[in-house]
């Protein structure tokens, strides 16, 4: 058990509609870092999110956005959902003392999103 | 850009059989390179990370090793057994978070 919890943990959308996926970091943790891990590939950085600001973004659209609240929870949002965002959706978090990489980072179980 | 790679991307051994997983990267300036578990459809359970500074790191019947100037990573399982079925993911991270090749998918067979 890493401490970071997911929701849901399945989720079934249709082409277009709009998806808001939620985490929970682990205790003490102040950066969640969420991924998109497609069937049979590795996971792809989508953001990061330290003390609540966007601190890095990978290669994906501006229809997926988040947010990280006070108390470093945080939300995927995904909007005009098309075939191809069918995939395992996974938050990270870790403490970072400053806005550095290099720290382990912790795993929920993910939410497996599906688009029909 | 980073690139990971692992080879081979399937095993399948018998039981009690020690193994090694590869990992290789394009760009050797890493801050450290973590080691994952995933059973099917699930998340990631970090198995061992090694700082840029260290040569390799142990747990159990798992050892890691780095070596950053060649760009590469082993995974070393001990008298595997059936439970260690599942993929094995390798990752670097340097200035933007973790990179991650495809994995190695490795099923003991009792």
């Known amino acids: 058990e890493t401490g970071v919890t997911q929701s849901p943990t399945h989720l079934i959308k249709t082409r277009g509609q709009q998806v808001t996926l939620r985490c929970s970091s682990q205790?003490?943790?102040?950066?969640v870092s969420w991924y998109q891990q497609a069937l049979g590939q590795g996971p792809q950085f989508i953001f990061q999110?330290?003390?609540?600001?966007?601190?890095g973004r990978g290669n994906f659209p501006p229809r997926f956005s988040g947010l990280q609240f006070p108390n470093y929870s945080s939300e995927l949002n995904v909007n005009a959902l098309e075939l191809d965002d069918s995939a395992l959706y996974l938050c990270?978090?870790?403490?970072?003392?400053?806005?550095?990489?290099?720290?382990?980072?912790?795993f929920g179980s993910g939410t497996q999103l599906s688009v029909l | 850009k980073q690139e990971v790679t692992q080879i081979p991307a399937a095993l399948s051994v018998p039981e009690g059989e020690n193994l090694v997983l590869n990992c290789s990267f394009t760009?050797?300036?890493?801050?450290?390179l973590q080691w994952f578990r995933q059973d099917p459809g699930k998340g990631l359970t970090s198995l061992l990370l090694?700082?840029?500074?260290?040569r390799e790191q142990t747990s159990g019947r798992l050892n890691a090793s780095l070596d950053k100037s060649s760009g590469r990573s082993t995974l070393y399982i001990a008298a595997s057994q059936p439970g260690d079925s599942a993929t094995y993911l390798c990752?670097?991270?340097?200035?933007?978070?973790?990179?991650f090749g495809k994995g190695t998918r490795l099923s003991v067979i009792a």
């Open positions: 090694i700082q840029s500074s260290q």
């Open positions: 990752a670097v991270i340097r200035d933007t978070p973790l990179v």
């Open positions: 760009d050797s300036a890493i801050y450290n």
């Open positions: 990270a978090s870790s403490f970072t003392p400053d806005r550095a990489q290099n720290e382990k980072l912790f």
């Open positions: 205790s003490g943790h102040n950066t």
């Open positions: 999110y330290y003390r609540e600001e966007e601190n």
